[in-house]
C-alpha cells in the first residue's frame, strides 16, 4: 500500500535531490568547464609565450644586418631585425599581460569552485542526518 507524504516529512527522505541543490550541482559543473576552458588557454599563451622567448634569443644573438624572415599565410617575407625585434617584444608584451589576466579568472573560479564544493557537501552532508 502507497504512503503519502505528511507535510512535517522532508523530500529529503524519498532519495530525490532538491531543486536547489541540483541548480548548484550545474553550477559547479559549469564552474569545471569553465576552469577547464581557462586553464587551456594559460597553456597555449604560455606555449606561445615560450617561443617568443626562444625566438628573441636567436634574434639577440644574430647579427643586425642578418636576413630575418618572417610567415605571412603560407608565405614568408624578408624583413628586418629590427622589425621582427619590436613585434615579437610587442607580441610578448600582450601576452604577459592576458596571461596575468587568465591567471586572476583562473584563481577566482578556483575559488567559486571550492566555496560551492563546500557548501554543497555541507548540504548533502545535512540530507544525510
Known amino acids: 500500500m502507497l504512503r503519502r507524504r505528511s ?3 522532508s523530500s529529503l527522505s524519498s532519495g530525490q535531490i532538491p531543486p536547489s541543490i ?3 550541482i550545474a553550477r559547479l559543473q559549469q564552474l569545471q568547464q569553465t576552469l577547464g576552458v581557462i586553464i587551456a588557454e594559460k597553456q ?3 606555449a606561445e609565450l615560450d617561443e617568443i622567448s626562444h625566438a628573441l ?3 639577440g644573438k644574430s647579427a643586425d644586418d642578418v ?3 618572417k610567415a605571412v ?3 614568408l617575407v624578408q624583413t628586418t631585425k629590427a622589425k621582427v625585434l619590436s613585434e615579437l617584444t610587442e607580441k610578448r608584451d600582450l ?4 596571461l596575468k589576466v587568465i591567471e586572476k579568472q583562473e584563481a577566482r573560479t578556483r575559488s567559486q569552485l571550492e566555496a560551492l564544493q563546500k557548501e554543497l ?3 548533502l552532508g545535512q540530507r544525510q542526518e
Open 7 to 9: 507535510h512535517g516529512e
Open 22 to 24: 541540483q541548480q548548484q
Open 44 to 46: 597555449r599563451l604560455q
Open 57 to 59: 634569443e636567436e634574434l
Open 67 to 69: 636576413a630575418v624572415y
Open 73 to 75: 599565410g603560407p608565405i
Open 95 to 98: 601576452n604577459d599581460t592576458r
Open 121 to 123: 557537501q555541507s548540504l
